[in-house]
């Protein structure tokens, strides 16, 4: 089974993803991770990556599709969850390719629908936290960098709500909800 998580910025893709792992015999593919990771790596493309994250702006679809086409080449019977991946339209396209490629496809996109004040909250939240717990602290969760977040997620994420509503692939849930509600929203999806 291969599935999207979509949705806004701190909507709960990661955490929703992470308890998905630890339930199912599934691989989580998220960007965000994957280009956290490059942009400690001290190459010329992490610290191109670095300076558009902490800016709150997506990273070029190149570097991404890049990431995941990488990621695809092994076997994984239980199939993977895609977290925060696609987040353009071209990104989209691509990821039908490279599934179609592999005789695979998409069973679900899920997209979890919080409103913009919570998830502000959210992420200004986590970063308190992890300052508390002297914990490092992740430079796009501030109140400046989100109003980025959001506006381009509005702007070239949303549209593929439409997108795969159109091929009728799209579930919506509620991701307002405790973490173990919107776990139970999931489950009820996948069966
Ligand atoms: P991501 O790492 O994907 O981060 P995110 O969208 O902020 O978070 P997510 O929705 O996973 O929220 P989380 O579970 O962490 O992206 C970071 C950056 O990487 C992007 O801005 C971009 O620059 C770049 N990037 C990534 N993918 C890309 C792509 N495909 N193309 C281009 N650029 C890309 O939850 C957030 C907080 O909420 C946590 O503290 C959590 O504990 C809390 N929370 C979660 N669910 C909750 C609930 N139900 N109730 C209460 N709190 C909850």
Do not use: C, W
């Not at 190459?43 to 990431?67: C, F, H, P, Q, R």
């Not at 909800?177 to 996948?190: N, Q, R, T, Y």
């Amino acid at each position: 089974m291969n599935i999207i998580l979509l949705g806004p910025p701190g909507a709960g893709k990661g955490t929703q993803a992470k308890k998905l792992v630890d339930e199912r015999n599934m691989i989580q593919l998220s960007t965000g991770d994957m280009l956290r990771e490059a942009r400690t790596s001290g190459t010329e493309m992490g610290n191109k990556v670095a300076a558009i994250m902490d800016a709150g702006e997506l990273v070029t679809d190149e570097i991404v599709i890049g990431l995941i086409a990488e990621k695809l080449e092994g076997d994984n019977a239980g199939g993977f969850i895609f977290d925060g991946f696609p987040r353009t339209l071209g990104q989209a396209d691509a990821l039908g390719k490279l599934l179609a490629e592999k005789g695979a496809s998409l069973d679900h996109v899920i997209e979890m629908q919080v409103d913009d004040e919570t998830l502000v909250q959210r992420v200004v939240n986590r970063a308190k936290e992890a300052a508390e717990a002297g914990q490092p602290v992740r430079a796009d969760d501030n109140a400046e960098s989100m109003r980025t977040r959001l506006m381009e997620y509005y702007k070239k994420t949303s549209p593929l709500i439409g997108y795969y509503y159109a091929k009728g692939d799209l579930k919506s849930i509620d991701g307002l909800a405790s973490i173990d509600e919107v776990a139970g929203s999931i489950k009820a999806i996948l069966g």
